[in-house]
Each structure stands twice: as structure tokens, then as C-alpha cells.
T-cell receptor, first 116, second 113 residues
Framework: AQKITQTQPGMFVQEKEAVTLDCTYD???????LFWYKQPSSGEMIFLIYQGSYDEQNATEGRYSLNFQKARKSANLVISASQLGDSAMYFC?????????????FGSGTKLNVKP | SQTIHQWPATLVQPVGSPLSLECTVE??????LYWYRQAAGRGLQLLFY??????ISSEVPQNLSASRPQDRQFILSSKKLLLSDSGFYLCAWSTPDSSYEQYFGPGTRLTVT
């Protein structure tokens, strides 16, 4: 089974609107971390937001928030007030632990296009 | 602060030629190091990771190998490149004992002709 599933290969959103990018994960560990990265056309991987499995509050970083639903094993990224510069690939990732924090699992990504 | 370097930034190599991509990390010690490959428009495929000098874990059987001759140096190699080795290669590092994020290098775009 895949560790990280992103079911939206591509999405469009109107500038200034909010958008949700879906991510579900599969783990039997109690301790794990969930991440979102942004990859613009330049190729660099930019870390956006982190959620620990024991964090009770949803993580927020500026316009980014992570909608963490542990029972459903979902970690959706919400981008509020979309900007043209948000157009990029977005990857969800997971790191399992606590005894083997060595491997990261990435989803296949969602390509977001922000329309003016 | 920590920084991660990769070189070269771009590379065009003929089929059958050797390959050596280098990654170095500054500002941290005993990091976990990773090599990923990304085909055009696709996700990241983990190729190798290392938890220490000389310790390499291979995730996918392939035409590539990795080495870690120094604590903060990670090298990706091939003796004979295949067309299917083309892609975007990313090096990354993370702390070994926590659940925090990976930090990525700028990547190397490899085209095998």
C-alpha cells in the first residue's frame, strides 16, 4: 500500500480564493510527522508546513494551514487567498518514527494553477 | 545556519558514460543524507539514504550507486549511464533523531543523450 496518496494530479483556483489540496497517509506508528513542500518550475523544494502526530492543534504558517484529521489519516493543505506565485507542484510527505526517523515518503504531487 | 550544495546544476551526458554528482552539507554534523530522482512531471523517488559515513541504504535496484566518504558529503555515481537515468536529482539532509523536515539542495538536471 502506498504510504502517501495525493488523488488530485492537477487543480485550478481563482486568484484570491482558498484551495484545499488533499493528502491521505498510511502508517501504524503512533509517532510520525507530516509535511508539505512546494516545488516551483525552478525545481527547488520549499518546505511549507509541518504537523506532528501528537500535535492537537492544526499547524498554520501564514497563508498555509494543515487540516489534520488523525482518525481519517488525512493531512490536507489549505492555501488561503491564493496568489499567482502559488502556481507550482505541491507534495505531501511523511516521516515515521520514533525508532526509524530515517525515511521520508512522498506523494505523487498536485499541480496547482492559480488563474488571474 | 545550515546549507546544502549540489553540483553540477545541469549535465548532459551520452549513454554509456560515467556519472558523479556531489552533495555537501554545511553547518550540521552527522546528518541523514538522501538522494532522490524526479522524472519530468512526476513525484520524488528515493534512491539512497545514509545515516553515517560508509552506511548506504538502497531503495531501488538500478544502474546507480551512492557513497558517503565524509560525514557531510554524499556522492551519486554510475559506471555507465542509461537513457532512463535522465531526470532531476535532488539531495537532501535531515536530523537523525527527530521527526522534523528534510532540507533539499537545488538539484541537478541530468539529460542522457
Amino acid at each position: 500500500a502506498q504510504k502517501i496518496t495525493q488523488t488530485q494530479p492537477g487543480m485550478f483556483v481563482q486568484e484570491k480564493e482558498a484551495v484545499t489540496l488533499d493528502c491521505t497517509y498510511d502508517t501504524s506508528d503512533q509517532s510520525y510527522g507530516l509535511f508539505w513542500y512546494k516545488q516551483p518550475s525552478s525545481g527547488e523544494m520549499i518546505f511549507l508546513i509541518y504537523q506532528g502526530s501528537y500535535d492537537e492543534q492544526n499547524a498554520t504558517e501564514g497563508r498555509y494551514s494543515l487540516n489534520f484529521q488523525k482518525a481519517r489519516k488525512s493531512a490536507n493543505l489549505v492555501i488561503s487567498a491564493s496568489q499567482l506565485g502559488d502556481s507550482a507542484m505541491y507534495f505531501c510527505a511523511m516521516r515515521e518514527g520514533p525508532y526509524n526517523f530515517n525515511k521520508f515518503y512522498f506523494g505523487s504531487g498536485t499541480k496547482l494553477n492559480v488563474k488571474p | 545556519s545550515q546549507t546544502i550544495h549540489q553540483w553540477p546544476a545541469t549535465l548532459v551526458q551520452p549513454v554509456g558514460s560515467p556519472l558523479s554528482l556531489e552533495c555537501t552539507v554545511e553547518g550540521t554534523s552527522n546528518p541523514n543524507l538522501y538522494w532522490y530522482r524526479q522524472a519530468a512531471g512526476r513525484g520524488l523517488q528515493l534512491l539512497f539514504y545514509s545515516v553515517g559515513i560508509g552506511q548506504i541504504s538502497s531503495e531501488v535496484p538500478q544502474n546507480l550507486s551512492a557513497s558517503r566518504p565524509q560525514d557531510r558529503q554524499f556522492i551519486l555515481s554510475s559506471k555507465k549511464l542509461l537513457l532512463s537515468d535522465s531526470g532531476f536529482y535532488l539531495c537532501a539532509w535531515s536530523t537523525p533523531d527527530s521527526s522534523y523536515e528534510q532540507y533539499f539542495g537545488p538539484g541537478t538536471r541530468l539529460t542522457v543523450t
